[in-house]
């Protein structure tokens, strides 16, 4: 189906490992729900009581989306058990013969009434129905290799035109007529957002680069509302290149308190004066949490290095950055007074403001080293 994409995985051990990235397809799955073990394939058009072993899971490509985006969400199944199983939507007559290198669209809208869906928006609304989706006259079985797991990714918008609107929307799936039920997902679909860095020496406007790095924003973001971001240290200022902000700790050594790290988004966007990135250690693309950079010159040798999630706007935003820049500092690039980002907010960005696009650039390295 066009706007879907389909794919299945086995697994070679064993159990339900967690904490792994959907980036290189090892797929987190939640806790244990109700599953089918048996090898036989249900050729009736009732679906019969199933036991533990298959887990249903729902997990967003980002939980915070601009109004117009597609709303895209992996449906995943896996399988827990020994044992090869064999599931079949109920309603529908199964053909044996059709095989689906994934999971089917039939599937998938295997709920009761061929509902695919729950989604509660914040006015306590609750839709069901999937817009224009068919209950085809037959469907192929879905047979799941022990511990593998399967799975489609799908923009739901299409079938639930209500997320296309502003609000907040808590999404529940549960396939085969309830018998599989997965986890909540809560995402927001609101106005496009942008940060405003209150510091000692003046205020700068970050423009997020959704296009580039979602996660990222989407960290930055959840971190700046619960006020992560206030009363930090501008802990290192390299002359020239940078200044680094956003260490719990104020030495730069520490990440977020739950200790979360992201997966790089690393693009082709240039690293000019003014752009923000996340700061990383040298040997782990993936150790960003918390801690952010703003460079002061144009960095060739950075870019596709490091995850660009933001652009400084406004002649503001640059006074303040030479300013920082300017700052004495000791050996060890601190500076040599004390220098707060005293504050950071969230707010809507003008209407119509876009990303900055994208350029090819050469890459290279000169890593920054703080986590």
């Known amino acids: 189906m066009s706007g879907s994409k389909t794919w299945s995985r086995t697994r070679e051990s064993g159990g339900c490992k967690r904490g792994l990235s959907l980036t290189h397809l090892a797929l987190v799955v939640g806790a244990c729900l109700c599953a089918f073990q048996s090898t036989a394939a249900f050729q009736s058009t009732a679906l019969a009581q199933v036991p533990d072993g298959i887990e249903a899971r729902l997990v967003p490509s980002s939980t915070t989306i601009v109004p117009g985006s597609p ?22 007559e199964i053909d044996s013969s059709v095989r689906d290198a994934g ?34 006259a037959t ?26 609107r502003a609000g907040t929307y808590t999404i529940v799936w549960a396939p085969y007529n309830g018998a599989l039920t997965s986890n909540p997902v809560t995402i927001e ?14 205020s700068m406007t970050i423009q997020f680069e959704y296009e580039l790095a979602p996660k990222h924003i989407e960290n930055f973001i959840e971190l700046a509302k619960r006020g992560a ?7 290192r200022i390299d002359p020239g290149y940078l200044f680094q902000t956003g260490c719990p700790k104020g030495d730069g050594t520490g990440i977020r308190d739950d200790g979360k790290k992201l997966v790089a988004e690393f693009s082709d966007a240039p690293i000019d004066r003014g752009t923000v990135c996340m700061a990383r250690l040298e040997t782990d693309p993936n150790s960003a949490s918390c801690q952010f950079f703003i460079t002061a010159a144009r960095m060739p040798q950075w870019d596709g290095k490091y995850t660009v999630f933001g652009k400084l706007v406004g002649s503001d935003s640059f006074e303040t950055l030479d300013k920082i820049m300017s700052q004495p500092i000791r050996e060890d690039g601190h500076p040599k007074r004390s220098l707060l980002l005293r504050l950071t907010q969230i707010v809507d960005a003008p209407h119509g403001m876009r990303s900055i696009g994208i350029n090819s650039r050469a890459k290279g390295m000169t890593p920054v080293d703080s986590p």
């Open 189 to 202: 679909v609101a106005p496009r957002k942008q940060a405003m860095l209150i510091t000692d020496v003046g």
């Open 103 to 136: 999971l089917p669209l039939s599937h998938v809208f295997s709920g009761a009434g061929f509902v695919g869906l729950t989604i509660e928006g914040d006015s306590g609304h609750v839709w069901s129905d999937a817009f224009g989706y068919q209950p085809p």
């Open 71 to 92: 709303v895209v969400l992996e449906f995943l199944l896996h399988n827990t058990t020994d044992a090869q199983v064999i599931l079949a939507p109920p309603g529908v």
């Open 229 to 235: 971001y206030n009363q930090k240290w501008i802990h």
């Open 139 to 164: 469907a192929p079985e879905l047979r799941i290799p022990a511990h593998g797991i399967v799975g489609v990714s799908l923009a739901i918008d299409g079938y639930y035109p209500a997320v296309r």
